[in-house]
């Protein structure tokens, strides 16, 4: 029988709803030798930073033993990289199979110091404003994903569903990755170097996505 692992996917308010969704979609398409569940600090709704709500199967408290950790990025990192229940349910995970990031989850990550000593990369339009609260990581500022041991950590949004597809073959070799891809009819970016949004490093304006999000 393949083994059976648990992927545990990360939310908290004002998560980015791609971020999450992408990736659940290709790890998703695995079968029954992975299970996924969502983790909150709270179980229930939990609200993204687009508006629609997300179910947590699981407290901080309660969660299972993860063998896969995802957490998205969003605006609501700001926060979390303050909370210490996120970093140290983040810690308590730090030797999980692989832990995961998609865009400022990477933040998070340094924050709770799972990043100390490792390269990493984030979300290139607000890079240095998610980037600055760690000065232990050694920052890929051109990188579609990044892998380091057992940390992935991916560029922004859309980046994460190609990091994802990169696990998946890492675990369940090439072969798996690009049927998930062609069945889903998604156009993998399988180079984790070849990062085309690294041209617009720190270029984004924050107050005008918070207004366009409603939260200015």
């Known amino acids: 029988m393949p083994q059976t692992r648990t ?7 004002d998560f980015e709803l791609l971020d999450l969704y992408g990736p659940l979609e290709m790890f998703g398409n695995i079968g029954p030798e992975l299970a996924i569940v969502t983790v909150a600090q709270e179980a229930g709704p939990v609200r993204s930073a687009q508006g629609p709500r997300t179910v947590a199967d699981y407290a901080f408290s309660d969660a299972p033993e993860l063998d896969l950790v995802l957490l998205p990025g969003g605006y609501g990192t700001f926060e979390q990289a303050q909370n210490p229940a996120m970093l140290e349910f983040l810690r308590r995970n730090a030797n999980a199979e692989i832990v995961m990031s998609v865009c400022s989850g990477s933040g998070v990550l340094a924050a709770a110091g799972l990043l100390d000593g490792r390269r990493a990369t984030s979300n290139k339009l607000f890079f240095d404003a998610i980037t600055q609260v760690s000065t232990n990581v050694n920052w890929e500022r051109s990188a579609r994903w990044v892998e380091d041991g057992n940390v992935f950590t991916s560029s922004g949004v859309s980046a994460g569903t190609d990091m994802s597809l990169g696990v998946i073959e890492k675990i369940y070799g090439t072969g798996r990755a690009r049927d998930i891809a062609v069945m889903t009819e998604y156009e993998w970016q399988a180079d984790p170097d070849n990062d085309a949004f690294a041209a617009y490093i720190n270029e984004g304006d924050l107050p005008k ?3 366009v999000l409603g939260k200015a």
């Open 7 to 13: 992927l545990g996917a990360i939310v908290f308010e």
């Open 209 to 211: 996505y918070l207004e």
